[in-house]
């Protein structure tokens, strides 16, 4: 029943938008220089116009629910607006018409909100890729994009995606957690701070790993406040999601190839070319590739204190994670030269985690003591109780 009455407001919904954008078309207006508040006007008055031609019932309410849907339709991206709009979203992933998630606080669930079909979905995403220059059809059917605000935008559509048009979208936050917050969010103890603020400032060399959505970038971002203001970093990001208070900064930003297939900068390229730039550390948003080669000599030679995040679940996962990626990406060496390499250059790997109930924390603190026998020996500096709690119970049930 529930879906039928909900398939009828859709249809209603298809009905007046298709009406309302006769109306506007009817009145010639230019879009890109009318004003809202002129478009407003008209949308409100042709959803008045409709719903009295159809003498179709209708509470106050929800008649002002359908003008603001119809405003957004028209202006915004549709059903999306509501969404991108509040502050406690961070993440809204749509799989097709009829599935969108949210992710809030740490938890993701399911919203009410539905395109009327996946054609809808399409051009809701075309939309928000129209003034990017980024193409999507059957010749390119996936994405990766940035928002003008900085959020980051994937979508992928049929036939790779089998349920419809998809996407996923990080929204982006202006703000960054501070210590202090992250302290009351119970993600670090005052002791863990103290010890990351000692780590970054003694220069050592440092991972952030953890999975998806973990805090990676948010905890990369507070340790790069603790580099003493007289040095000179250089950060190297493929979307610039970091924003550190430092007098002395110089950010890169890798470049996807153009349409001609050429002009890609990649981070690699930005690692090599920072080291021409004379930093004192060289901050990685993220390694994904080849660039941990020349970041992990860089940490080697003369670059200590240089940063950046990985995606593993463990630390020691993050080790591997990294001989994999050297491995693939042409660093031919040996299993031993690896290990030396990798030994010699990473100092400590902060890892992160997040709880069931959608709790992301600092999960433990390691520091790297290579020994001859061992050249993965680590040494537990920081672990977090809630860990040990969450582990404990994990094995009775
Ligand atoms: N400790 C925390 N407690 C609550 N929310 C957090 C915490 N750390 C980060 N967040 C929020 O979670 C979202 C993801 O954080 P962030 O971008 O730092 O994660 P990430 O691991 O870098 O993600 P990705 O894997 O996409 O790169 C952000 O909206 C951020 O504000
Ligand atoms: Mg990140």
Request: glycine residues 6%; hydrophobic residues 40%; negative net charge.
């Amino acid at each position: 029943m529930a879906t039928r009455i909900d398939d009828e407001y859709q249809a209603l919904k298809r009905s007046v938008h298709l009406y309302v954008i006769e109306r506007l078309d009817d009145e010639g207006l230019e879009m890109d220089r009318a004003d809202r508040s002129q478009i407003t006007r008209l949308i409100q008055a042709s959803v008045d116009q409709y719903v009295a031609n159809h003498k179709i019932p209708m509470a106050s309410s929800d008649h002002a629910v359908l003008v603001r849907e119809m405003v957004d339709e028209v202006l915004g991206f549709g059903p999306l607006e509501p969404l991108l709009a509040d502050p406690q979203i961070n993440d809204i992933l749509i799989n097709g018409a009829r599935n969108v998630f949210v992710e809030i606080a740490g938890v993701l669930q399911r919203v009410q909100t539905r395109f009327v079909d996946d054609d809808h979905v399409l051009r809701v995403i075309r939309r928000i890729l129209a003034p990017l220059g980024r193409r999507l059809d059957e010749s390119s059917p996936m994405v990766d994009a940035r928002l003008p605000d900085g959020s980051r935008v994937n979508a992928i559509i049929p036939p790779i995606a089998l349920d419809g048009p998809s996407m996923s979208i990080r929204k982006f936050n202006s703000k960054h957690l501070t210590a202090a917050e992250l302290v009351n969010l119970g993600s670090m103890t005052n002791d863990c701070l103290t010890l990351l603020t000692g780590i970054v400032e003694g220069r050592r060399n440092l991972l952030v790993s953890g999975g998806t959505g973990t805090g990676k970038t948010t905890i990369l971002n507070l340790l790069s406040a603790f580099i003493p203001k007289d040095e000179r970093i250089v950060t190297i990001e493929d979307s610039a999601e970091l924003q550190l208070n430092h007098p002395h900064i110089v950010r890169l930003e890798t470049r996807p190839a153009n349409a001609e297939g050429t002009g890609r900068v990649s981070a690699r390229d930005l690692v090599v070319n920072a080291l021409r730039m004379r930093p004192d550390r060289i901050i990685v948003g993220e390694v994904r590739s080849g660039e941990i080669i020349e970041l992990l000599q860089a940490m080697n030679t003369g670059h200590e204190g240089s940063m950046s995040t990985i995606h593993a679940n463990t630390a020691k996962d993050a080790l591997i994670r990294i001989e994999t990626l050297l491995a693939v990406n042409g660093y031919d060496a040996g299993e031993q030269a690896i290990a030396r390499l990798i030994g010699s250059s990473l100092d400590v790997i902060v890892q992160l985690a997040r709880l069931p109930n959608g709790r992301r924390l600092v999960s433990e603190v390691v520091a790297l003591k290579p020994t001859k026998a061992n050249p993965y020996r680590m040494e537990t500096l920081y672990r977090s109780r809630e860990i040990e709690w969450a582990e404990l119970e994990g094995t009775d049930s």
